[in-house]
Antibody
Framework: EVQMAESGGTWVQPGRSLRLSCEVP????????MDWVRQAPGKGMEWVGR??????????DYAASVRGRFIISRDDSQNSIYLHLSNLKTEDTAVYYC???????WGQGTLVTVS | DIQMTQSPSSLSASVGDRVTITCQAS??????LSWYQHKPGKAPKLLIF???KLEAGVPSRFSGSGSGAHFTLTISSLQPEDVATYFC?????????FGPGTKVDFK
C-alpha cells in the first residue's frame, strides 16, 4: 500500500508564508504526477495544484485561487514534494492533502490555520 | 470549470440496506470519474475509477455506473464500517473538481 505523509501544517498569520512537505516512501515520486488538494472546514475538496512527473519536466499547474501565491516543488533526493504557500489569507485555512489523483493515493493531510 | 453536484448530502440507513449516491457533472466528462470514501482523520480511499472499475481490494458491495454527466455509486448491502463521507471527483481536464460529499451514517 502506498503511503503518503504530509507535514508542516500550523497556525500562521495572514500575509505570512509556510512550506508543506509530503514524503512518499512507497513509490518513486519522480515517476508520478503529484497533486495538492485542500479541504476548508465544512467544505468539499478543492484541487490546489499539480506537478507533472520528471518525464514531463515537472511542469506545474495551479488553481486560479492560489496561482501566483502557491508554488509546488520537488526534491528527488528526498523523494518528496513541497507546497510553498505565500501571502496567506484566512480563506486558505484548510487541511492540505498531497495525492496522486491519477492513481488514487492520498495522505492523511496536514492542517493549516490562517488567522 | 466543471461543477460537480451530489445527492443526497447525507443519508441514514440500516445494516444490509442498499444505498445509492448520485453525482452529476455540469458537462460531459465521458468516464473520467472516481469515487472516494473518506473517514475523519484518514486518507481518502479510492473505491471506483473510470466510473465503474472497482479498485483492487475494495469489497464487491461497492459499484459504480454512469457516463457523460450522470454517475452513481451503489453500496449493495451497507456494513458498519461503511459509515463515512463519499465524494466524486472528475479527472477530465484541469482544474479537477470534486463533489461536495455525501455523509452516510446509521439510523
Amino acid at each position: 500500500e502506498v503511503q503518503m505523509a504530509e507535514s508542516g501544517g500550523t497556525w500562521v498569520q495572514p500575509g505570512r508564508s509556510l512550506r508543506l512537505s509530503c514524503e512518499v516512501p512507497g513509490i518513486k515520486a519522480s515517476e508520478y504526477y503529484m497533486d495538492w488538494v485542500r479541504q476548508a472546514p465544512g467544505k468539499g475538496m478543492e484541487w490546489v495544484g499539480r506537478s507533472r512527473d520528471k518525464a514531463n519536466g515537472y511542469i506545474t499547474d495551479y488553481a486560479a485561487s492560489v496561482r501566483g501565491r502557491f508554488i509546488i516543488s520537488r526534491d528527488d533526493s528526498q523523494n518528496s514534494i513541497y507546497l510553498h504557500l505565500s501571502n496567506l489569507k484566512t480563506e486558505d485555512t484548510a487541511v492540505y492533502y498531497c495525492a496522486t489523483l491519477s492513481d488514487g493515493y492520498w495522505g492523511q493531510g496536514t492542517l493549516v490555520t490562517v488567522s | 470549470d466543471i461543477q460537480m453536484t451530489q445527492s443526497p448530502s447525507s443519508l441514514s440507513a440500516s445494516v444490509g440496506d442498499r444505498v445509492t449516491i448520485t453525482c452529476q457533472a455540469s458537462q460531459d466528462i465521458d468516464f473520467s470519474l472516481s469515487w472516494y470514501q473518506h473517514k475523519p482523520g484518514k486518507a481518502p480511499k479510492l473505491l471506483i475509477f473510470d466510473a465503474s472499475k472497482l479498485e483492487a481490494g475494495v469489497p464487491s458491495r461497492f459499484s459504480g455506473s454512469g457516463s457523460g454527466a450522470h454517475f452513481t455509486l451503489t453500496i449493495s448491502s451497507l456494513q458498519p464500517e461503511d459509515v463515512a463521507t463519499y465524494f466524486c471527483h472528475h479527472l477530465d481536464h484541469l482544474p479537477y473538481t470534486f463533489g461536495p460529499g455525501t455523509k452516510v451514517d446509521f439510523k
